[in-house]
C-alpha cells in the first residue's frame, strides 16, 4: 500500500509563529485530506485537497500531486492550534493516515 | 446539529465479554466507516459501509463485525473481547460513495479490555 510520511513529527511554536507541516506519499493519489485531533481528541477535517491550493482563515494547505507531497501552512499560530496534526491520501479507494505531526503552541 | 454521534464514550470490558458500539449520523451521508486509533498506529479503518445493508472488510477486521442498520447507523461488535483490542475507536461519514467526499468524525469511543 502507499506509505505516507509527515514531518516534522513534533512541533513547538511561540504564539504568533508561522509553520509548515509536510506530508510526503508513495504513490499517485486520488484525493488527500488534511486533519486535525485537538487535545481531547476530537477529529475535525480541515481540507479536502486532492490538487492545489485552498485556504481557510490562518490555515492553508498545497497538494502537488505530481510530486506526491502537501503542505499545511499555520500563520499566526494560537494556542488552539494544538494537537496533532494528520494527511490522509487516498489511493486506490483507500484510506491511509500519517501518523501525524504533534503541534504544541506556547503562549 | 450533531454530526456524528457515538455511544459509548468509555466502556472497560473484560476479556471474552461482548459489546457493540454505535454509531448514528444526521448529515443524510451514504458512507460509514469504523477506524481505531492506537499509539503509534495511526488510523486504521476496521469496516466500512457503501450503503445502507452493504459493509466491506478494511485494515483490520478481524475480531470484529457490523451492521449497517439503516441509512444513519452504524454499529460495531466485539463478540468476544480481547486485551489487543483495547483502542480508541472512530466512527465517520461521508457523503456519497466511499471516500468521495469529505470524512466527518464522532467524538471516538474509548474502550479497555482487561
Known amino acids: 500500500g502507499i506509505q505516507v510520511e509527515q514531518s516534522p513529527p513534533d512541533l513547538i511554536l511561540q504564539e504568533g509563529a508561522n509553520s509548515t507541516l509536510r506530508c510526503n506519499f508513495s504513490?499517485?493519489?486520488?484525493?488527500l485530506q488534511w486533519f486535525h485531533q485537538n487535545p481531547w481528541g476530537q477529529l475535525i477535517n480541515l481540507f479536502y485537497?486532492?490538487?492545489g491550493t485552498k485556504q481557510n482563515g490562518r490555515l492553508s494547505a498545497t497538494t502537488v500531486a505530481t510530486e506526491r507531497y502537501s503542505l499545511l501552512y499555520i500563520s499566526s499560530s494560537q494556542t488552539t492550534d494544538s494537537g496533532v496534526y494528520f494527511c490522509a491520501p487516498l489511493n486506490d479507494y483507500k484510506l491511509s493516515f500519517g501518523a501525524g505531526t504533534t503541534v504544541t503552541v506556547r503562549a | 446539529n450533531a454530526g456524528v454521534t457515538q455511544t459509548p464514550k468509555f466502556q472497560v470490558l473484560k476479556t471474552g465479554q461482548s459489546m457493540t458500539l454505535q454509531c448514528a449520523q444526521d448529515?443524510?451521508?451514504?458512507?460509514m466507516y469504523w477506524y481505531r486509533q492506537d499509539p503509534g498506529m495511526g488510523l486504521r479503518l476496521i469496516y466500512y459501509s457503501a450503503s445502507e445493508g452493504t459493509t466491506d472488510k478494511g485494515e483490520v477486521p478481524n475480531g470484529y463485525n457490523v451492521s449497517r442498520l439503516n441509512k444513519r447507523e452504524f454499529s460495531l461488535r466485539l463478540e468476544s473481547a480481547a486485551p489487543s483490542q483495547t483502542s480508541v475507536y472512530f466512527c465517520?461519514?461521508?457523503?456519497?460513495?466511499?471516500?468521495?467526499?469529505?470524512?466527518?468524525f464522532g467524538e471516538g469511543s474509548r474502550l479497555t479490555v482487561l
Open positions: 465517520a461519514s461521508s457523503v456519497g460513495t466511499p471516500y468521495t467526499g469529505e470524512l466527518f
Open positions: 504513490d499517485s493519489v486520488n484525493n
Open positions: 448529515m443524510n451521508h451514504n458512507s
Open positions: 485537497i486532492p490538487s
